[in-house]
């Protein structure tokens, strides 16, 4: 059995990088998403966008090893939501996402990223569908802790 979660029509808005994915580790910058979140954090001070309990990464896929991925750090917002200047979006389609949680410190994700993509979408029976790839975290947990959780958010239909 595999939990979905739905997610209604709205966007990210935050930071954004170009990264190439963590299954291309030749071309993969450790450093890059921790980076975009700094970014986001340092322009949102003082926002609302600051203020959530829950912080949204995500993902436009390449389809390509050789092309970079978008990477968005931010928080989600309603469609009525007007993005302030200097801040980057991403649209998220309403749709169900297969979700895939990592437990542990977020330096050791790559093994979850290799679970839900190679093994729990193929096991779930579902099929993949164009839409941003989300990942879900909580503001009050430390993601460097043992017992850190985050939510790795596949779209599905």
Same mark, same amino acid.
């Given at each position: #059995? ?27 910058? +450790? ?10 954090f340092s322009k949102a001070t003082g926002t609302d966008l600051a203020? *959530? ?8 896929? *390449? #389809?390509?090893?050789?092309?970079? #991925? ?6 989600l917002v309603d469609l009525n939501f007007k993005i302030p200047e ?11 996402y297969l979700k895939v949680i990592h437990t542990g410190p977020i ?16 096991? *779930?029976?579902?099929? +993949? ?8 975290? *909580? ?10 959780? +985050? ?7």
């Open positions: #059995m595999f939990d979905t979660i739905h997610m209604k029509h709205g966007f990210v808005v935050g930071a954004q990088t170009s990264i190439f994915t963590i299954f291309n580790p030749e071309k993969y910058d +450790m450093a890059a998403i921790p980076a975009v979140w700094q970014d986001f203020e *959530s309990d829950t912080f949204y990464g995500a993902s436009i896929p *390449s #389809m390509s090893r050789d092309t970079p #991925m978008e990477y968005f750090a931010g928080t200097g801040f980057a979006s991403v649209e998220i389609p309403e749709g169900d330096s050791d994700i790559a093994a979850t990223y290799q679970r839900a993509y190679m093994e729990a979408i193929t096991a *779930s029976g579902k099929e +993949m569908r164009p839409a941003p790839h989300l990942e879900i975290y *909580s503001s009050k947990k430390d993601p460097m802790e043992a017992d850190y959780e +985050m939510v790795i958010c596949i779209p599905i239909k």
